[in-house]
């Protein structure tokens, strides 16, 4: 069984960095593309960033410069390490592969 487990959301301030992590198990993602979006209160779930099986990566305007997207395939696990939080990065954070999603961390964004 395929299984997506999201962690290292929390609280922080305005500027303040986290890193998410999102471990996957049931089977090898190393040929997969694996991604993060997010869900803001009240708005539809949106890309922020994708890493290809090759390394490859692609990002949301909203983020681009600001966040990093990884992978470990030794671990099968991704990242997300994110700088330079603001409120409007406030979201329910989600890995997705494939067809495949965790069930989401919260991150907030406040002072």
């Known amino acids: 069984q395929v299984q997506l487990v999201e ?9 303040g960095s986290l890193r998410l992590s999102c471990a996957a198990s049931g089977t090898d993602f190393s040929r997969n593309a694996m991604a993060w979006y997010r869900q803001a209160p009240g708005k539809q779930r949106e890309f922020a ?8 990566r692609n990002y949301a305007d909203s983020v681009k410069g600001r966040f990093t997207i990884s992978r470990d395939n030794a671990k099968n696990t ?18 997705n592969i494939d067809v495949h999603w965790g069930q989401g961390t919260q991150v907030t964004v406040s002072s």
Do not use: R
Request: with cysteine.
């Open 49 to 56: 960033a994708i890493i290809t099986s090759g390394g490859g």
């Open 78 to 95: 991704m990242y997300l390490q994110m700088n330079s939080l603001k409120p409007e990065d406030t979201a329910v954070y989600y890995c």
């Open 7 to 15: 962690s290292g959301g929390g609280l922080v301030q305005p500027g």
